[in-house]
């Protein structure tokens, strides 16, 4: 697997967050949406969503029928899979993940701006500069 990332666990990310709920399915997604580029074995995805194989195997049938995932190729015995960027459904979820990464962003943006300003109000060396 070489040039692709380390899995890692994705327990808070923004995409979750905001929903609240920890649902596999959503789990699954939302590993697969950070890792766009790259196709993994089952294994490798219940691992990066933080999720048994079990829970996979029970999410992955709606997940593979409508469309959200595909097959891209096999390495040795191991069916890969990668996103389905043509759904236009997962077309949706990436738009309001990267609407959920934006607003967050703007937010923290106007958060540093108001402690910077503060900041600088209170900060006797400016005054005489």
Known sequence: MDGIPPIEDHDETLFLKEFGIKSPALRILDFLMDNKAYDYSKTDIAKGAGISR????????NLEKNGLVRETRMVGR???????????????FIELDNAICEFHATRLEKEEATIDSHENKSDPRLILA
């Open 54 to 61: 079990t829970t996979l195997s029970m999410a992955w049938e």
């Open 78 to 92: 191991a069916k890969m899979y990668k996103l389905n960027l043509k759904n236009p459904v997962v077309k949706k």
